[in-house]
T-cell receptor
Framework: SAVISQKPSRDICQRGTSLTIQCQVD?????MFWYRQQPGQSLTLIAT?????????ESGFVIDKFPISRPNLTFSTLTVSNMSPEDSSIYLC???????????FGSGTRLTVV | QKEVEQNSGPLSVPEGAIASLNCTYS??????FFWYRQYSGKSPELIMF????GDKEDGRFTAQLNKASQYVSLLIRDSQPSDSATYLC???????????FGIGTKLQVIP
């Protein structure tokens, strides 16, 4: 399975600011996925990031709020823009090396917006 | 109706007992089914996947799938305190389709 390095592991941010989360994978992957896990909630897919094309966003998530970069096959970033306390959550990146083996997740970024 | 439904628990079982975790899904086109374990403060880790009707066993874990009933379950035999975690059921339509997660069932194994 892939090894994913995600950073920062946690941060406390002021409302109105932005935070960029980075994910580095130890192998080349076609797609990377960004999830959010709010307290007491399940994992919710924010967007799918393909290398060389714009990310595909799920309903309720927009590029202006969550811009994503995917410059190569091993790296992606997610930015949480103009943050509000409602953005406080755990953000996870993941990859799917083999369709039937499920996703491998990064260690997550615990974001608190004050 | 949620796409993937789980009882959030907590489900408490004594050490050594069998823990039974259940999940239902709404999309009959779903093809692959996963169970993830998530310890508090950690990211999910895959423990089982299944795509054919019937049972699949791996050590103390058995996944059961019934596509006609749109039901998937996870049995943990000889439950240990270290099995205490939240277990997430996830469903995929096949190929590079997105995976949808349930809310997870919190399992507590009592020594």
């Amino acid at each position: 399975s892939a090894v994913i390095s995600q950073k920062p592991s946690r941060d406390i941010c002021q409302r109105g600011t932005s935070l960029t989360i980075q994910c580095q994978v130890d192998s080349q992957v076609t797609m990377m996925f960004w999830y959010r896990q709010q307290p007491g909630q399940s994992l919710t897919l924010i967007a799918t990031a393909n290398q060389g094309s714009e990310a595909t966003y799920e309903s309720g998530f927009v590029i202006d709020k969550f811009p994503i970069s995917r410059p190569n096959l091993t790296f992606s970033t997610l930015t949480v823009s103009n943050m509000s306390p409602e953005d406080s959550s755990i953000y996870l990146c993941s990859v799917d090396l083999h369709v039937e083996s499920g996703y491998t997740f990064g260690s997550g970024t615990r974001l608190t917006v004050v | 109706q949620k796409e993937v439904e789980q009882n959030s628990g907590p489900l408490s079982v004594p050490e050594g007992a069998i823990a039974s975790l259940n999940c239902t899904y709404s999309d009959r086109g779903s093809q692959s089914f996963f169970w993830y374990r998530q310890y508090s403060g950690k990211s999910p880790e895959l423990i089982m996947f299944i795509y054919s009707n019937g049972d699949k066993e791996d050590g103390r874990f058995t996944a059961q799938l019934n596509k006609a009933s749109q039901y998937v379950s996870l049995l943990i035999r000889d439950s240990q305190p270290s099995d205490s975690a939240t277990y997430l059921c996830a469903v995929n339509k096949g190929g590079y389709q997105k995976v949808t997660f349930g809310i997870g069932t919190k399992l507590q194994v009592i020594p």
